[in-house]
């Protein structure tokens, strides 16, 4: 008798153009858009400079965009950055980005959605508060926003160990609802909300670079020159690229993508530009309704409930409320789908667990996206995920800026490859990417050293961990 052979499980490509596209776009839309405008507009106080700021980003990010498309045509794998950082450089280098991205880039976001839909989801039933405390013990102590967020991630992580089919319909009916509403939003103000002595006032001194203060309901403006002017820029900076940020998480499943030389760098390309439009019209928007008073303060940063109240009156915070929920539900899962697959990846070269390495009767990485969760679960419990996320990201633009040089490393290392798609605009635009990355990381270096120095160390923590795991590999 012949003995039963076990089926063998691996990555088939399941998703076309429309599920990669969303994909990108869903991971990308999380709750910045509502909330991390009123930050920019108290440090740069020109509401000129403020939609400059989120054009830059826009901007900065498609350049990106279109640039990783020749990577991820050249390796049409799961894994994504971190395969394009093993190629171009050594494993370490691709091995300390899914260290950062694992222990706290990745994690770390998935643990801050979760909780931002926690919180919003607050405003409807408001016995989920982070006030409202279930157990304490000593200095540990658990909300009840903590264990919604846990419950969103399990749940999504559920979803996606169910098949990547599931994860992608998820996402894709997830991100055009969100863009639907968004863009329901947007329209609704400029027919309900907008006011041109609003407008105007907005655009008085749009172009004054300065620092806001409130003082006596009185608002206050310092102008801003030489390096302070510099650092003002790089904060601003910080959250519109962040509002942005995951643009590239359609790379990580690349191996599940239908012809994926083509569709990756399509799909990257349409995803970043529906939302840049998406975001420009979104501030536009809020300088028609809200007086740039209420914009850079707003309760808790919350300008998209302050544009909401103008335009629906007391409605308006349950519309945000269910927008931001929908929005940071689907942004999550695009985060879960495609993280576990770096791990994955790294997995299958001995970098991590091993049992990451297996795909599970579904075909996708089930032990990896588990290990995700609870992760990210953990760093729910600390309370310390903001602080977590504020430390990598001067590691997160190195990531990039390192590569982005790849291209470049690539063409000489490695003429031969086949390049189905080249990045437009070569040498001259992922150079202008590399420049305007490098200058922000040296200035969050000068101006945010508190977070710039630790999230570095958490980076070269991972020099050790390697040479464990190569050990052990051996």
């Not at 052979?5 to 429309?18: F, N």
């Not at 991630?153 to 998820?170: C, D, F, H, P, Q």
């Not at 008085?204 to 650092?231: C, E, I, R, V």
């Not at 601003?236 to 030389?261: C, H, Y």
Request: glycine letters at 10%; aromatic letters at 12%.
């Amino acid at each position: 008798m012949q003995p039963t052979e076990k089926p063998v499980h691996e990555l088939i490509p399941r998703l076309g153009l429309l599920d990669a596209t969303m994909i990108v776009a869903g991971s990308m839309i999380g709750s910045g858009i509502f909330i991390v405008s009123a930050e920019i507009t108290r440090s740069v106080g020109g509401a000129g400079w403020m939609l400059g700021m989120w054009l830059l980003a826009g901007l900065v990010t498609i350049i990106a965009a279109v640039s990783y498309g020749e990577l991820a045509a050249m390796f049409p794998k799961a894994g994504g950055q971190y395969v394009y950082l093993r190629e171009a450089y050594n494993p370490l280098v691709g091995f300390l980005y899914g260290w950062a991205f694992f222990a706290v880039i990745q994690t770390g976001t998935i643990a801050a959605v979760g909780v931002a839909f926690a919180k919003f989801t607050a405003y409807l039933i408001p016995a989920f508060s982070d006030t409202n405390t279930l157990f304490e013990l000593g200095f540990f102590r658990l909300s009840a926003a903590q264990l919604v967020s846990i419950g969103v991630i399990t749940l999504l992580t559920y979803i996606n160990s169910r098949g990547v089919k599931e994860g992608a319909a998820l996402q894709t009916f997830l991100t055009i609802v969100k863009l639907i509403a968004l863009f329901g939003l947007i329209v609704c103000g400029f027919i309900w909300g907008a006011r041109a002595d609003i407008w105007e006032a907005n655009m008085q001194d749009a172009w004054n670079l300065s620092s806001l203060t409130l003082t006596d309901n009185q608002l206050l403006a310092k102008p801003l020159t030489g390096l302070a002017a510099f650092g003002a820029i790089a904060i601003a900076m910080k959250g519109t690229l962040f509002s942005s940020d995951s643009w590239n998480s359609i790379t990580s499943i690349a191996s599940e993508v239908k012809r994926p030389q083509r569709n990756i760098g399509l799909s990257l390309v349409l995803g970043t530009l529906v939302v840049t439009l998406v975001y420009m019209l979104t501030n536009v928007m809020y300088l028609t309704v809200v007086p740039l008073k209420d914009i850079a303060f707003a309760a808790s940063d919350r300008v998209g409930v302050v544009a909401a109240d103008h335009i629906f009156g007391n409605s308006g915070t349950i519309i945000i409320a269910v927008m931001v929920m929908i929005s940071t539900f689907g942004c999550n899962n695009g985060l879960i789908l495609s993280g576990a697959r770096v791990y994955y990846i790294m997995a299958k070269d001995g970098l991590f667990f091993r049992q990451a390495g297996q795909l599970n009767k579904n075909d996708v990485p089930g032990y990896s996206l588990w290990t995700q969760c609870l992760w990210a679960s953990v760093l729910c419990l600390t309370g310390e995920y903001n602080n977590l996320l504020a430390l990598v990201i001067f590691g997160v633009l190195i990531f990039y800026i390192l590569t982005i040089l790849g291209i470049y490393r690539l063409r000489i290392k490695r003429p031969d490859l086949p390049r189905p798609y080249k990045a437009p605009g070569y040498p001259f635009l992922p150079a202008v990417y590399v420049v305007i990355a490098f200058a922000l990381a040296v200035l969050l270096l000068i101006f945010e050293t508190n977070y710039t120095l630790p999230g570095l160390a958490i980076i070269l923590t991972g020099i050790p961990v390697y040479y464990i795991m190569v050990r052990r590999r051996q």
